[in-house]
């Protein structure tokens, strides 16, 4: 006996998921991942910003007691107590790890602060590896006796760009 292949076969709709349930089911696992990723994708940004901004505290900080550190050895010294600090009565850059000041006025075009990973210090030498940082110092003379230090530190590009500005207000002591 032949069977007849071309029957009729019943198909039950209770047996697995619909198109439908399926499709909300992906729906809500694609929501219930999504959250938490976000949410470790803010917190690494986040992390990254704090690094980035602790770093340029930091390197502020540096050229802030560079500065006053030279005004001090210029009071020690008898000389004048802006004498090497006030060529930067424009915009300058500062390299603490050496003691240079460069004062060709550079805005956005000013060197980048390099890293040296061996040692843990920025500066210029050009050994080092670039960072995203860029340093320039101005000093203000206010009064006979008073100056302002502005240290501007900006890292990053395009949209991104920040900056941070720490000012100081500076006295000549040894009067």
């Not at 032949?2 to 209770?14: G, P, Q, R």
């Not at 349930?21 to 986040?46: D, H, K, M, R, W």
Request: hydrophobic fraction near 40%; include cysteine; charged fraction near 15%.
């Amino acid at each position: 006996m032949m069977k007849n292949i071309f029957t009729k076969t019943k198909y039950s709709f209770k047996n697995g998921f619909s198109l439908v349930e399926t499709l909300v089911a992906i729906t809500i696992l694609v929501l219930a991942i999504t959250g938490p990723l976000t949410v470790a994708y803010q917190s690494l940004s986040n992390s990254k910003n704090i690094k980035n901004q602790t770093t340029a505290i930091f390197l502020a900080q540096d050229a802030m007691e560079f500065m006053k550190n030279l005004r001090d050895s210029n009071a020690l010294a008898g000389n004048a107590w802006l004498i090497t600090i006030g060529t930067c009565s424009t915009e300058c850059t500062v390299d603490t790890t050496d003691g240079s000041i460069s004062t060709p006025p550079c805005g956005s075009s000013c060197p980048v602060l390099k890293f040296d990973s061996a040692t843990g210090l920025y500066g210029h030498d050009p050994s080092w590896v670039d960072t995203r940082f860029r340093r320039t110092v101005m000093v203000e003379s206010i009064s006979g006796n008073e100056a302002l230090i502005t240290v501007n530190i900006t890292w990053g590009s395009g949209v991104q760009a920040k900056s941070l500005i720490v000012t100081d207000n500076i006295f000549d002591w040894h009067e």
